[in-house]
């Protein structure tokens, strides 16, 4: 099985940083093959892609956070990581780690982590 976990969240004031990490599990999933997939959710709204990375590097981000949050990835770690900046109280959510196209016994799987709380105060 792949599993994600998800840490570095926590409570910080308007302006802030912090960085999340999520690492991953398993035989059937190589973030430098599959990517990863940043996706935060805040109550009440539907859950909103954040930024991605492709297994060949390349990066996407929603308009909310360009120029404020980046995504990276540590392949000897099996690791995903995502750089927030300039944190505002728009930003706060869970967010969540996605490991999508992941090929198990011939179907396409996506893995999901648990979540990890960000809240930003003003």
């Known amino acids: 099985q792949v599993h994600l976990v998800e840490s570095g969240g926590g409570l910080v004031q308007a302006g802030g940083s912090l960085r999340l990490s999520c690492a991953a599990s398993?035989?059937?999933?190589?973030?430098?093959?599959?990517?990863m997939k940043w996706y935060r959710q805040a109550p009440g709204k539907q859950r909103e892609l954040v930024a991605s990375?492709?297994?060949?590097?390349?990066?996407n981000y929603a308009d909310s956070v360009k120029g404020r949050f980046s995504i990276s990835r540590d392949n000897a770690k099996n690791s995903v990581y995502l750089q927030m900046n300039s944190l505002k109280p728009e930003d706060t959510a869970v967010y969540y780690c996605?490991?999508?196209?992941?090929?198990?016994?011939?179907?396409?799987?996506?893995?999901w982590g648990q979540g990890t709380q960000v809240t930003v105060s003003s």
């Open positions: 996605n490991a999508p196209g992941v090929l198990v016994g011939g179907n396409v799987y996506n893995y």
């Open positions: 398993g035989s059937s999933f190589s973030v430098s093959v599959n990517g």
């Open positions: 990375i492709t297994g060949g590097g390349s990066t």
